[in-house]
């Protein structure tokens, strides 16, 4: 069945430096991808995604393409704030039995110290 | 709009005892989705609907309950609680594929401890 690995953590940076979340996926068909972000005590937001390939989803200064021929959906961003402090997950659209559901990788914690 | 709602926000049962955790929501989307979320694990799908008097399992449904009377509310009933069932529980929406919808909303979560 279709699945998503990511880079797991936890990660600790200080602010400013440059992030590399990696994901990679397996999948039939053509999947949309997602990054989704969960802050302390809350639940999953959206934060990117891209329903093709070659797309680029950005938001918030993360940016992550969706790359067929790697089946990768890298998140980056260039220069962290302690704000940006939460768990990353990478996911992909799964419409099994019509269901439209996401499956996720199984998250990084990211810690961004001053 | 409120957006996705659960309550209660904490609770702990004990082995045998059964509860139902509440979802809602006001977007008037079709699609709703339980998740469990384990410690260092992906959220799993637990079940879906995909509108009013339709349900179907996940890929974790045993010893969960579903009903959808309505649009709004989508409550997840647990029967005879087990330690295996200590999770964090998530309850998303989404519009349909046809409403042009790709995004799903998540609630806050439900944290549920099984002694």
């Known amino acids: 069945g279709n699945s998503v690995t990511q880079m797991e953590g936890p990660v600790t940076l200080s602010e400013e430096a440059f992030l590399t979340i990696n994901c990679t996926y397996t999948a039939t068909g053509y999947p949309s991808l997602f990054w989704y972000v969960q802050y302390p005590g809350e639940g999953l937001q959206l934060l990117l995604k891209a329903t093709k390939a070659d797309d680029k989803g950005s938001n918030k200064g993360f940016e992550a393409t969706y790359r067929k021929e790697t089946t990768s959906f890298h998140l980056e961003k260039g220069s962290v704030q302690v704000s940006d402090s939460a768990v990353y997950f990478c996911a992909l659209s799964d419409n099994k039995g019509g269901s439209e559901k996401l499956v996720f990788g199984k998250g990084m914690k990211l810690t961004v110290n001053p | 709009n409120a957006g996705v709602t659960q309550t209660p926000k904490f609770r702990i049962l004990k082995i045998g005892q059964s509860m139902t955790l509440q979802c809602t929501q006001d977007m008037n989307h079709n699609y709703m989705y339980w998740y469990r979320q384990d410690p260092g694990m992906g959220l799993k799908l637990i079940y879906y609907s995909v509108g009013a008097g339709i349900t179907d399992k996940g890929e974790v449904p045993n010893g969960y309950n579903v009903s959808r009377s309505t649009t709004e509310d989508f409550p997840l009933r647990l029967e005879l609680a087990a330690p295996s069932q200590t999770s964090v529980y998530f309850c998303?929406?989404?519009?349909?594929?046809?409403?042009?919808?790709?995004?799903?909303?998540f609630g806050p979560g439900t944290r549920l401890t099984v002694l």
């Open positions: 998303a929406s989404r519009l349909s594929p046809g409403q042009g919808g790709s995004e799903q909303f």
